[in-house]
């Protein structure tokens, strides 16, 4: 698994990925949403890429969509990026 994470992130698909994100079709937003999150699990470098690719100047707005699933999501990846780096905290 490790591999096809550094394989993906090698690719560059994450502001990609952002910017599908832009919709407010649940039923792309969510499977979005855990790619992220799947990133950020996983190491500083992984996450600093969602940092980097813009993906938190959404969440703001997701923070408070009405679909409880959506909104786990982001929470859990806040509290993530927030016990990463100084960096990423800031």
């Known amino acids: 698994m490790k ?36 990133f950020i699990s996983k190491t500083a470098m992984t996450t600093q890429q969602v940092v980097d690719s813009g993906a938190l100047d959404l969440f703001p707005k997701l923070i408070g969509h009405p679909n409880l699933n959506i909104r786990k999501e982001i929470v859990w990846m806040i509290s993530n990026i927030a016990a990463g780096t100084q960096l990423q905290l800031e």
């Open 3 to 38: 591999k096809t994470i550094i394989y993906i992130s090698n690719l560059n698909i994450l502001p990609h990925i952002v910017k599908v994100m832009q919709t407010d079709n649940q039923s792309v937003l969510l499977p979005c949403l855990r790619i992220l999150g799947g």
